[in-house]
């Protein structure tokens, strides 16, 4: 190990897949991947709430639904409450933080992907999809758990307010 002109410490080579990507994490990570999933969060939300899922909760969408062991938490609709679910899942709130921070510039490249492609569009701070996928992914794969689970996070952020959600997560805008 070097110790850098900072004299800071660099971190071992064998870091997580979050800090070293691997294949899958890069894939997962993919711009067009992350708009399709936040196009099914905010086609959600806005059955909900017509004037479309604040593009903040891209920031929560996204980490929330790529993140395997979030989506087996999940609960299989939205009758159990989100602050009663985050209480029931200590341990994924505590992660949250973490992979949100490290999910911040591919949800931008995935939020630029989705407007560049017409995938979603930007009213006022809001986003709403254009229009519905024509194709859905084979079922039982992670591609189809992860759209599922972007749909069932985009009805449940519409059911609370964004300030709560990012408290109960503890997240800040």
């Not at 492609?117 to 084979?138: F, G, W």
Request: charged fraction near 15%.
């Amino acid at each position: 190990m070097t110790t850098p002109p900072t004299g800071q410490i660099r971190a071992p080579l064998a870091e997580t897949a979050w800090n070293e990507p691997a294949a899958l994490v890069t894939a997962m990570l993919n711009p067009a991947l992350i708009a399709a999933l936040l196009s099914t969060a905010a086609d959600a939300y806005t059955q909900r709430q017509a004037s479309g899922m604040p593009w903040a909760l891209s920031f929560i969408a996204a980490p929330m639904a790529l993140h395997q062991g979030t989506r087996i938490a999940l609960p299989s609709s939205t009758r159990t409450h989100l602050t009663t679910w985050i209480s029931r899942y200590p341990v994924l709130r505590v992660g949250f933080p973490h992979r949100a921070k490290v999910m911040v510039a591919p949800v931008r490249s995935g939020l630029r992907f989705a407007l560049r492609h017409n995938v979603l569009e930007l009213h006022h701070d809001c986003i709403r999809p254009v229009s519905k996928p024509r194709t859905r992914p084979a079922q039982d794969t992670e591609m189809d758990d992860i759209l599922r689970c972007a749909r069932l996070i985009g009805a449940w952020m519409a059911e609370n307010e964004a300030a709560a959600i990012f408290a109960g997560l503890g997240v800040e805008p």
